[in-house]
Nanobody
């Protein structure tokens, strides 16, 4: 059973930075595309960023372009979301996701097969 373990959430002041990490626990599993989604209170889940299997392609939601970066370490089966210039509207539960079939970066939740449990990010104003 593939498990995704997220870390790095917490509280940050507006304008600050936060780094979220997510690692796949199953040794025999090769994560292809990896992504981050988020869900704010009372809102639907939305895509944040995604990265292709080899890291050559990325996707960012318009709301985070220029502020967030995404990277991965395939040896560690890890994906990292670097959040810079954080805004109060970034407050949400952030979910890591990975696909066992999709290679390219995708902002669609349907492309992903495994999801983390979510980690809280709060940006204070």
């Amino acid at each position: 059973q593939v498990q995704l373990v997220e870390s790095g959430g917490g509280v940050v002041q507006a304008g600050g930075s936060l780094r979220l990490s997510c690692a796949a626990s199953e040794r025999s599993f090769t994560p292809l595309a990896m992504a981050w989604f988020r869900q704010a209170p009372g809102k639907e889940i939305e895509s944040v960023a995604a990265i292709s299997w080899m890291g050559s392609n990325t996707y960012f939601a318009d709301s985070v372009k220029g502020r967030f970066t995404i990277s991965r370490d395939n040896d560690k089966k890890m994906v990292v979301l670097q959040m810079n210039s954080a805004k109060p509207e970034d407050t949400a539960i952030y979910y890591c996701a990975t696909s066992q079939t999709t290679i390219n970066a995708s902002g669609s939740s349907r492309a992903y097969d495994y999801w983390g449990q979510g980690i809280q990010v709060t940006v204070s104003s």
